[in-house]
């Protein structure tokens, strides 16, 4: 051996054509049997639509979640036995406050970067449900939970609602005077139950009200049981995305039995890794500059203190609105009580929201009757009362956001608070009926207009001799044809109208 | 950076030549992007390390999270735009293949689970009913023991305070409230001497005690010996959700509930005037005794707080 | 300005002089009381805690905590000024006798001015409620005061001259006060209207609760004492250290928050938290996403 001079070279044709990376994935091969399906993998193609990046974010910022929520849970004390506070926060000195409190003080203002942390996780947690549920109206917008992805809605719907679940969790967990206020609230929804309520609250809380078992159980619930159940749902998430094959908007070359797009490897990963940069960067920044949930200005719990304008975290606005705007109708008798004015907002209601959720695929089968298998999405314009349905439950659900803040507006608009809370009643109720005609018409109008929603095309507006004006749109390029508009065709849909013209004729005659 | 005009047919990954413009990098001028790219991850680069050095002497949060916000921000940015522009510009297609089995490969499987599984279960059905009675037991009988150990029974304890015949009213120090101590529209929030340091005390027994006049004061009919002096006193806990009604106008004489704004009227047993709550706030009944101390007649004369089933 | 530089010059003159001056009017409203002084709750005596130690010095009350108050009585010397001030801005609704005129639907209007204390007046007049830029209205807003903080004496000390009353005009030693007791205190009895943050909220029927973030210490301690409008009036029940101690906490920790999580959000909590979250959050990300990924 020692008189072969070892070269780079040398070496290099000993370890074969791709070095040691060729030789690690041999290895591999060998035991996983790897190769094949990796190569398949890595080529796998993806496409990149910007819309299909809301639930990227998602996605990213619960990685951010899990990273901070570690971190956090390093100081966090879940425990309700009473301590008094001596930490360098003055205003709080010798007040005496559970231990959960006075950890978090203390892990905002005693652990290096762990006010940075605290802020973050809570940032994330706020952009974590807000883009699930715009990433949400995205899938349903564009009908890409149709089948064969049925079952991807229906684990979605189930993420968000555990999102919500363990937002307000976590929310509870430093015991201060405004968190404490919202699990009062949360204890008396629970008793509002008919006929289990007493039990179940009880049996929750270990007790009545405010007892010394619900910080515990709601740290376990929060930090272990539901972000397992979410993670174990995000990954089925994803795994249905690869072995479904995402969808894509249609288009030249989009056919329903293709994908297009970049490859996994590497343009797809850059961007993407790229993008989990961005998020975490952009958390970070909002946790750097934005103050949130500032609890030691907020101070310990006391069940016989209160502050005005306490609101709960954003995402559970509309449980609060429709608690504040529902009229007070309680029902007495046969010796029972059913507190109708909070069973019927903060349990029926939002049982009948997710409900329609979970359940809209199977209706829109039924309605539709259209069992096809469906690649290419939606535009929604396309599809007018899928559209305008959509259109009408996020009005209503905006308006019961609007709601949990009537005190806010009031305060701000200088208006009296009597007059807004009535006004939030009027709003929620009609709000529906108002956003479902207006999307039906334009959704309806863009569909009859043909290329409507496509930039650069030009209309050329020409008088007849009759005296009716008449709109053609010409192409912007040459070859910017007609054939990649035309919308790909689908089976019978959701459509009670057809166009006023055949989409494909580019002429549109208004009427007279 | 792409051009709108030169569109391109999308193609398969596998099998293109090197020179394929699908293999191209999307950027017109790659050299300068690539300047740029640079610049950018220098510039995370420089905001990480700052990160490092930033912890390191402890600094303020805003320094914290702006250089490590900041790093991953630009290193995120630079490599998005590596990905975008600088990488094969594509589009690329890869086909769909159908996730649906052949007709045999499902009625194969179909028959593996109905004619093997089923029929094992048929030709034993004694054992499998006994298998799943069991399990099913099973599952019905763990439910119990582990719903019902997580708390006790509600019993009495929310039909009653613990505020009893001769309680003296103390404020949260335990100071008991003197006759002379409340001007007239004074608020003072005071529990049944004893529970004002407890979780029950505060939680449950919490009440308000308002001063409407110098003379006695009749909020209700029936009520013409509750308010002592003009002393009057409310439960604090809203009949809606439960929360404190600490909010007391003075001069529309309204307590409001801070949480979902419903409004009591003092002068009138406290009403509600408006909001979702149902009820009005449970009112105690108040004596002053010789010594000039308040203090409770009985304990309050319905269930405090929010509805719920068993109340009637 | 000549107004405002002679009564100061009068007001150091007249220190001594006002002392002996009060000490038989203070005897006055003292009297009868014993070692545990019971007033007549009502107007004349708001402000009197009796829990809290009373200090005396040449028999006028100067404090009800041991120093943590001390309370003023505008000097009688300027009451000649102060009436004619009082013609000037008030007696339009209050009538030149400073005994108002009988509420005609509105909640408090025109309300009679004699034996309110000093504390009241100056209060209303240095918040620059008062003179009212809306007699009408639900509700006087807080806004740039039109009379000095001496013609505001003036009048508390021609109104005074009517009927002595307490309040007395407070300075809040807030020195020697504990911010932590402060903030509990704050919690407990303040926070239900004005929020936990100070910033205030609206109330019933179009009434609301100011921001707490721009009063001097001054006024913090005279509404408290006073309860001006729908706020409540605190009484016995908080004693001078305790008035010192929110005192302190609104005028330090209230109104100079440290916020080292970053820019406060105007205090608005959760609400404010929503916008920044979404629209900031996801819809800048939403932006950021537009880039990254195409849009054919």
Known sequence: MSDVVETKRSRKQATGRYGAVGKVMGELDDRLGVAKGGRSFLDKIFPDHWSFMLGEIALYSFVVLLATGVFLSL??????????????????????????????????????????????HHWAADIFIGSMVVHMARVFFTGAFRKPRELNWTIGVTLLTLAI???????????????????RIAYSIILSVPVVGTYLAFFIFGGNFPGTAVIPRFFILHVLVVPGIMLALVTAHMILLVRQKHTQFPGEGKTESNVVGSPLFPVFMAKTTGFMLIVTGVTALLGAFAQINPIWQFGPYDAARISYAVQPDWYMGFLDGALRIFPSWSFHSFGHTIPFEVTIPAVIFPGLVFGLAYAWPAIERRVTKDNAIHNLLDRPSSRPKRTAAGAAVLAAMSMLFIASSTDVIANFFHVSLNTVLWSMRVLVLISPFVAYPIAYKIASEMNATRGAGRRKTVNVVSRTEEGEYVATSAPAYADDVAHDLAPTPVPDFIEATTPEQPPSDGVRTIER | MSDQHERRTPVSLTGLREDDPHLQPAARNPRLVERVIALTFLVGLALVVGFGAAYWVNATPWILGATMGGGLFFLGVGLVAW??????????????????????????????????????????????????????????VALFPLLRSLGPLPKGTLFHTDWRAGSYAVDQTGRRIHVTDLAVGSIVTVFPEGTQNTDRGQAVDQTVLIRLSNENFTTQKGRESWGPMGYVAYSKLCTHLGCPVGLYEQQLQLLVCPCHQSMFNVNNGAIPEFGPAPRPLPQLPLYIDASGYIRSQSDYDQPVGPGFWERS | MSVGTSLRLRLCAGGL???????????????????????????????TPNSSVVVRKHGVVTSYGDGAIMYNAPSPALAALGRALYLQNCATCHGVDANGVPPAGTTGAYPNLVGLGPATIDFWIESGRMPAADPRSVQAMRRQPRLTHDQALAIAAWINSLAPSYPYIPTVNVKDANVANGAALFALNCAACHTIEGDGDALARSTFAPSLRNIPATQVAEAIRTGPGNMPRFTGNLSDFQVADIVKYVTTEIQHPRNPGGFGLGGLGPVAEGFVGLLIGVGGLALIGFWVGERQ
């Open chain 1, 75 to 120: 100081y966090y004390i879940p425990s309700s036995a009473i301590v008094t506070y001596h930490g360098s926060y003055l205003p709080l000195d010798g007040q005496s406050m559970t231990e959960s409190f006075a950890s978090t003080v203390n892990l905002s203002f005693a652990v290096r970067a762990g006010l940075l942390m605290r802020q973050m």
């Open chain 1, 165 to 183: 679940v363990n937002g307000f969790l976590g929310y509870s967990l430093p015991d201060d005077l405004v968190s404490g206020t919202g699990i």
């Open chain 2, 83 to 140: 990905g975008k522009y600088l990488m094969a510009r594509g589009p690329f297609v890869e086909e769909r293949h159908p996730l649906a089995s052949s007709d045999s490969d499902r009625n194969a499987f179909a028959a593996a689970i109905v004619e093997r599984g089923g029929g094992t279960v048929k030709r034993r059905k004694v054992l499998g009913g006994l298998l799943g009675g069991g399990l099913g037991a099973f599952s019905i």
């Open chain 3, 17 to 47: 002089v006002s002392l002996v001056i009060l000490a038989p009017l203070a005897w006055f409203s003292a009297a009868g009381a014993t070692t545990h002084p019971i007033y007549q709750t009502g107007r004349h005596d708001a402000g």
